[in-house]
């Protein structure tokens, strides 16, 4: 069978390796980004064409991407004047990489479903080195007979591919682990700041703290900004800072109360507010440095 044609908006790092990724497992791509030579680099590879506007992406792809930095960003583009929801034709499918607001990714949803069109949600884990390579982390949700649809494509993006249930779920489990990501690594900046502060080594206070269960990948990432001063997490402040604000959002619309991610909030916050929001979220750490009583 012929590969589907593939509309992809959004061409960061993340999305720039994926289309390359795409581009060299012979798929004909549609692109649309603001940096044109982001742009120009998809169109050198070859195969590969861009669209003036949302709305023809849409109606020359048979799965359109996005792979974007909010919700209000990917509502435009969806109902926008010549948006995707213009254009999108009966049968394809669209897939939202990014990590947006459930409530509004089901809205999405339903109003393709009244096109007749699909949508997946699959939000993304690991790096742009891996999504270069095919072997990112995805987490989808949508209805499970679109889901197969577009596995097969999936498949040639990630080497781990998890259906967690209905359309909004992807975004739920994503929102759910960068909470608790973003908050072991504000944690574990602000022990290294108190451990400074009360006169503890820090090399030898992660020594400890690693040879116990506290251990994990963030703490090493923390531990390699806080005491060897390299900062090699590759997510920044203010995209933490957008994450926990859209888990907040999310536990309101359940009725409930995320305190501790409250608190994580705050701090994120203050560090953007601090001017610090351009920088990896273990930077946080200069922030705790400078809080006083």
Sequence with gaps: MA???IGFIGLGLMGGNMVENLQKRGFELVVM???KDAVKAVLDRGNATEASTPKELAEASDIVMLAL????VVEALVYGDHGILAGIKEGS??????????ASTRKIGADLAAKGAGMVDAPLGRTPAHAKDGLLNIMAGGDKATF???KPVLDEQGENVFYIGALGTG???KLINNFMGMTTVATMSQA???????GVDRQQLFEIMSAGPSNSPFMGFCKNYAVDGVSDLGFSINNANKDLGYFLKMAEDLGT????????SHNLQAAVDAGMGEGNVPEIFDYFMTLKS
């Design 171 to 173: 975004h739920v489990t």
């Design 33 to 35: 980004d603001l940096n």
């Design 69 to 72: 930095t909010t919700s209000d």
């Design 192 to 198: 290294f700041a108190v451990a400074d502060r009360a």
């Design 257 to 264: 109360r995320a305190e501790i991610a409250e608190g994580t």
């Design 3 to 5: 590969k589907p044609t």
């Design 148 to 150: 197969e649809k577009v």
């Design 93 to 102: 499918v669209l897939i939202d990489f990014g990590t947006s607001i459930p």
